[in-house]
């Protein structure tokens, strides 16, 4: 029995070490255990679950007349991880350095970009989310200048019951894109009012040849250019004459209706600015007797205009079906 008791000690010894060493262990926050204890107080946070997220991108168009901003009225909440028991005042104002951080390719816009409608909303108690924060785009002249993007932030600034804000989703951002375009629209009633420049003085052609079926004011003399995929239709105005809209006819079948366009002038008929700012997206006529508008918000001074087909509406059934075409093209000034 004796043996057999000797031979157990070491064993309960081996058990006993490690309880020793549990007992010795720092205390989680100490200088010898460098990990905070995790905090469960409320926090205020912003997050807007609507793709992208804690975001809202806008357009402003620049066109040779005047800087036009949208009406968009954009909102956000702030919110809680937990009720608070009373009131909770939340104060948001915009922070040049969040906007500043967001993006290096964007321009940080500053402080009055944005108009915010109640920079103070309420959580009330026992709930988790405030009223929405109103605010919209603000035609200042930092957004004029705006080269190509910019960015305002908005942010958590205080409350009333001092309660930390988080430290990730803590800011709303407003990223504005700038459009350079002269293109107003497909402005029926508005072309309408406009004096059609004749076609007898204007030459139209297409890789040289003559296109002048298209200004000949007859709908039934069409013009077909076979060029699978678009061409360009150049009109030759013999002298600078200002041009605020074109207007064009489908041919009979209205399939080979091109569906995507763009216009674009010129004074030498070698450098040329797109009016429309890129392509722009057509839908089908009716019939090959609407005139499909396009109307410019300010008229250009040129001496050529060049009217792009890049495809027709056939284009769903393949290759051997985009063959754009037309029966007339008006010019307006």
Known sequence: ???????????????LLPLAACDDEPEVGSTLYDVEAENFDAKLYINEVALPGNQASLEVIQTPVSLITPDDEITFSVKL???????VTVTVAESTDLAAAYDSKAEALPAG?????????????????????KMKLAAT?????????????????SNSAGIATGSTLNAYYVVVDKVLTNYKGQLADEIA?????PGSSITA??????????????????????SAGGYDIIF???TTTSVRGLGFYSNSYTGYCPDVIEIL????????SSQTGGKVTLSRPASNQTLIPFVLYAAIPCKYVKLKFYSCFWTSYGSDYDWPAAAEVNLYN
């Not at 008791?5 to 070491?10: G, Q, R």
């Not at 009012?193 to 420049?197: A, E, L, V, W």
Request: charged share 20%.
């Open 141 to 157: 002249d930092a957004v004029k200048n705006i080269k190509a993007k910019g960015v305002a932030a908005v942010t958590i600034a």
């Open 1 to 15: 029995m004796k043996s057999i008791i000797k031979k157990s000690f070491p064993l309960l010894a081996a058990l």
């Open 81 to 87: 991880t937990k009720p608070a028991a009373a009131d």
């Open 193 to 197: 009012t406009m004096t059609q420049i």
């Open 205 to 226: 052609t297409v890789d040289g040849y003559s296109a002048a079926e298209l200004t000949d004011g007859d709908l039934s003399t069409e013009f077909w250019y076979w």
């Open 265 to 272: 002038t010129s004074d030498d008929g070698e450098t040329w």
């Open 236 to 238: 030759d105005l013999g």
């Open 113 to 133: 970009t944005l108009q915010i409608a109640n920079a103070n909303v309420t959580i009330k108690a026992g709930s988790m989310e405030s009223d929405p924060v």
